[in-house]
């Protein structure tokens, strides 16, 4: 019994025929089951229920002003390269690396709590530069410090420092 | 004979499932949109949500244009930097509850940067989001 149901005559419809067609409604389904599961896994994959994260910023009044003895104020310098730089109060400005940024603002404000940090940027560098600073700066949880614009005075002092 | 029809596992239950999770995943991917204006996210540690809705984004790219949108991107409108402040109190208006965010490339010029959060907080949003990307990994 090996002749197809595509080639009997139109006329012969034999019982044997039937029960095969019978047989036929019965469709498989793993192929489809498998198409199913690796559209399903692709889309799980790839897909990515991604929301852009954000740093909080709260900027103070335009015309807010505060007066802070200088000795409290530690200045952190950024010049066009994106190199560090700082001091602390009137003293010189000093050098420094981005890694040891981290365990001078903690060794500084264990000197002293009422320290004030300023962050000078200079108008050519990189934004990153920026977000890195406030990063350190949040990661070793000094959340209040001030961005303030590369005086002319301080570009003085970093380009004696070169 | 009955013997041989428990073997017989029934998987339209399976596929019933797999279909439906399938077309939840179909349905739910967002393709990513053809960004107008692309931007490398500097790194931070930060890990807070941006909103998906009622947002004002502000782009700065890498060559320094400043863009105005809101979360739909692809819509955003250059600005020249001195209409900025302008820019802002107009979109600020028409959109009193959004989330002021900006999002600047990692190689943007600080000074622009600077400018932007000038204009910004002499346009009363002292409190905005700065985008970024997660920085992975320790230290």
Redesign the interface.
């Known amino acids: 019994m090996s002749e197809s149901a595509i080639n009997a005559r139109p006329g012969e419809r034999r019982p044997v025929i039937k029960a095969r067609a019978h047989r036929q409604a019965n469709i498989d389904?793993?192929p489809?089951?498998d198409v199913?599961?690796l559209?399903?896994i692709f889309?799980?994959v790839?897909?990515v229920f991604q929301?852009?994260?954000?740093?909080?910023?709260?900027?103070?009044?335009?015309d807010a002003k505060v007066e802070v003895p200088e000795s409290n104020v530690l200045s952190l310098l950024?010049d066009a390269d994106g190199e560090v730089y700082s001091h602390l109060g009137s003293e010189p400005v000093t050098h420094l690396t981005w890694d040891l940024l981290r365990d001078t603002f903690i060794q500084q404000t264990s000197l002293n709590p009422e320290l004030i940090i300023l962050v000078k940027?200079?108008?050519?560098?990189?934004?990153?530069?920026?977000?890195?600073m406030?990063?350190l700066l949040?990661?070793a949880e000094m959340q209040r410090f001030s961005?303030v614009?590369l005086g002319a005075s301080d570009m003085a002092k970093l380009d004696a420092l070169k | 004979m009955p013997k041989r029809a428990s073997a017989q596992v029934d998987?339209?239950p399976?596929?019933d499932v797999?279909?439906l999770?399938?077309i939840f995943?179909?349905t739910?991917?967002q393709f990513k949109p053809p960004e107008r204006v692309s931007v490398d996210?500097?790194?931070?540690?930060?890990?807070?949500?941006?909103p998906?809705t009622d947002t004002i984004i502000l782009t700065?790219d890498a060559a320094g244009r400043l863009f105005i949108s809101t979360e739909r991107i692809v819509d955003a409108v250059e600005l020249a930097p001195e209409d900025a402040l302008g820019a802002i109190r107009t979109w600020r208006g028409r959109y009193p509850q959004a989330v002021v965010?900006?999002r600047?490339?990692?190689?943007?010029?600080?000074?622009?940067?600077?400018d932007v959060?000038?204009a910004?907080?002499?346009s009363e949003t002292?409190?905005?989001?700065?985008?970024?990307?997660?920085?992975r990994g320790a230290s």
């Open positions: 389904l793993t489809m089951v199913a599961f559209l399903l889309f799980m790839t897909t929301r852009p994260l954000a740093m909080e910023i709260n900027m103070p009044e335009p950024i940027i200079h108008r050519e560098a990189r934004y990153e530069s920026m977000v890195d406030m990063d949040e990661d961005l614009p | 998987v339209t399976l596929v797999s279909f999770l399938l995943f179909i739910t991917m996210l500097p790194l931070s540690r930060s890990e807070i949500h941006i998906d700065v965010v900006l600047g490339d990692r190689d943007a010029e600080f000074g622009l940067i600077s959060m000038g910004l907080a002499e002292p409190r905005f989001n700065l985008m970024t990307d997660l920085k």
